[in-house]
C-alpha cells in the first residue's frame, strides 16, 4: 500500500511540474524550501507551540539545528549560517530582522581551498549559541560561535558579539562591550517575579555578585512605572497567549 502511496505521490508532483512549467520548477522547489521545509515546526530540533516565526523569503536557515522555546520571537531575514552548530532561543527572548548567527569556524588547513571550505567542512569546529530567556538581540546583530547572551540581555542592533554576555546587561558596538544595565537590581528583582516562578529566580545575593564583577558605574535604562491602560494590555495578552502570570 506504501508503494502504491508513493508512486501516486510521484504522478502528482510530476503533473505539477509540467503544469507549472518548466522554467518555474526551481522557483517552485525554492519556495517549498524557503516556505514549507524550513518553517514546518516538524523540521526543527525543538520548536514548541508558541514560538514566534516572522521569517521571510530572504531567512536563510537550518532548522534541523535550531531550537526554539516558548514565547520566543524570531523576526525576518535572519541567516542562520550552519553546518552542525546549535541555535537555541529561550523563553521570552526575541531576535530582532536581520541577524547573521554563525554557530561554528572553518578551521584553516593546509590544501583545502576556501572554495571548498564551505562545503567538506574539513577540521570545522561546531559550536552552540544561545540566545537566554527574556533576552533581546537587536536587528542586523552578528553572534558567533560560542557566544552566549544571557538571561535579560539587550544586544544593540549593529552589534557583533564574540563572547558570552552577562544577564541584563546591555551590550552595544564591534566588538560588543557592556555600557549600561537593563534594570537595575530591585527592578531586576520585580520584573523576576512576574515571569518566572520562585524557583527559577535569580535572588538578590547573586545580582548584587553580577553587579559588582560586571556593572560598577554604569547606568540601568528600564523603567518600572506603566500606565494602568497598558497593564491591562499586557495582562490581557498574556491571557490570550496562555502565559503564566505570577505576579502584577
Not at 541584563?168 to 520584573?191: C, D, N, W
Request: aromatic content about 8%; proline content about 4%; overall charge negative.
Amino acid at each position: 500500500m506504501s508503494c502504491v502511496k508513493t508512486l501516486l505521490e510521484r504522478i502528482r508532483i510530476k503533473c505539477f511540474q509540467i503544469l507549472i512549467g518548466k522554467e518555474n520548477v526551481k522557483v517552485w522547489d525554492e519556495v517549498m524550501t524557503r516556505f514549507v521545509t524550513s518553517l514546518d515546526p516538524s523540521n526543527f530540533a525543538a520548536r514548541e507551540k508558541h514560538s514566534d516565526m516572522g521569517i521571510g523569503y530572504e531567512s536563510m536557515l537550518n532548522p534541523q539545528n535550531m531550537y526554539l522555546e516558548n514565547y520566543c520571537r524570531v523576526q525576518d531575514h535572519l541567516n542562520f549560517i550552519s553546518y552542525k552548530g546549535k541555535l537555541k532561543v529561550k523563553k521570552y527572548a526575541a531576535v530582532g530582522s536581520g541577524c547573521i548567527i554563525i554557530p561554528g569556524d572553518h578551521v584553516p588547513t593546509v590544501g583545502v581551498p576556501q572554495y571548498l571550505a564551505g562545503k567538506l567542512h574539513i577540521n570545522d569546529v561546531d559550536g552552540e549559541i544561545e540566545v537566554g530567556e527574556d533576552a533581546w538581540v537587536g536587528a542586523g546583530t552578528i553572534l558567533l560561535s560560542h557566544c552566549k547572551i544571557g538571561r535579560g540581555a539587550v544586544v544593540a542592533a549593529g552589534a557583533v558579539v564574540s563572547k558570552p554576555v552577562p544577564p541584563y546587561a546591555v551590550v552595544a558596538g564591534i566588538p560588543a562591550k557592556i555600557i549600561a544595565t537593563r534594570f537595575s537590581i530591585e527592578q531586576i528583582l520585580q520584573h523576576e517575579a512576574s515571569l518566572y516562578p520562585t524557583e527559577e529566580r535569580m535572588t538578590k545575593e547573586e545580582l548584587e555578585f553580577l553587579f559588582d564583577e560586571n556593572y560598577q558605574g554604569k547606568k540601568s535604562i528600564g523603567k518600572s512605572d506603566m500606565a494602568e491602560e497598558d497593564k491591562i494590555k499586557l495582562r490581557l495578552a498574556k491571557e490570550e497567549l496562555g502565559m503564566p502570570i505570577y505576579s502584577e
